[in-house]
């Protein structure tokens, strides 16, 4: 079935260091692939979405590319702000309705 | 602004007694979704609704049900919370057959303690 792996937490970054956070997919068909953020105490935002192999999906400095021979789309951003703290949820949607989620990343960027 | 909004933000309720968690969307999107989301995991989708039509996930428990009186509303029901049910209950629309039909858009959700 479809599914999303996503690296194991928690990241703690120093202010404008660089963030890779890696997610791997496994799915039938095409889905779409998607970086959700949660801040603390809050519903899930989308970050950054990817529609299609070789799409870049990018958002306040954030970028992920669908790279589908390796089946990944990992999350990057050159220099991280202590604004960037919170939990990120990779996830992938084939046609159905469903969004399947990896099982979060908490990052936290410290001063 | 067209959003989605989950009200209460928080809910305490006691073992056992039943409580109802509220979404409202301006976004007029024809499908509609409450996940649960506990500690430190991953969302998980308990159902949703396109349009009127209901689609129960295999492994949602039957204490767990939902109503969608019209497009703008949509309720989740648990009729005997358990302490396991003490959760974030979050919200989501989609737009299906628009450019962004994959995409889901949340509401903040809804904290619930059970006592």
């Known amino acids: 079935g479809d599914s999303v792996t996503q690296m194991e937490g928690p990241v703690t970054l120093s202010e404008e260091a660089f963030l890779t956070i890696n997610c791997t997919y496994t799915?039938?068909?095409?889905?779409?692939l998607f970086w959700y953020v949660q801040y603390p105490g809050e519903g899930l935002q989308l970050l950054l979405k990817a529609t299609k192999a070789d799409d870049k999906g990018s958002n306040k400095g954030f970028e992920a590319t669908y790279r589908k021979e390796t089946t990944s789309f990992h999350l990057e951003k050159g220099s991280v702000q202590v604004s960037d703290s919170a939990v990120y949820f990779c996830?992938?949607?084939?046609?159905?309705?469903?969004?399947?989620f990896g099982t979060g990343t908490r990052l936290t960027v410290i001063p | 602004d067209a959003m989605v909004i989950q009200n209460p933000r928080y809910q305490v309720t006691q073992f056992g007694k039943p409580v109802t968690l509220s979404c409202s969307q301006t976004?007029?999107?024809?499908?509609m979704y409450w996940y649960q989301q506990k500690s430190s995991q991953a969302p998980k989708l308990l159902f949703h609704y396109y349009d009127k039509d209901f689609n129960n996930e295999a492994d949602t428990p039957d204490n767990f049900q939902s109503r969608r009186p019209n497009t703008s509303f949509c309720f989740l029901d648990i009729r005997s919370p358990g302490l396991g049910d003490a959760a974030m209950y979050l919200c989501?629309?989609?737009?299906?057959?628009?450019?962004?039909?994959?995409?889901?858009?949340f509401g903040p959700g809804t904290r619930l303690t059970v006592l």
């Open positions: 976004l007029n999107h024809n499908v």
């Open positions: 799915a039938t068909g095409y889905p779409s």
């Open positions: 996830a992938l949607k084939t046609g159905a309705n469903n969004l399947f």
């Open positions: 989501a629309t989609g737009g299906f057959g628009l450019s962004t039909y994959n995409e889901q858009f």
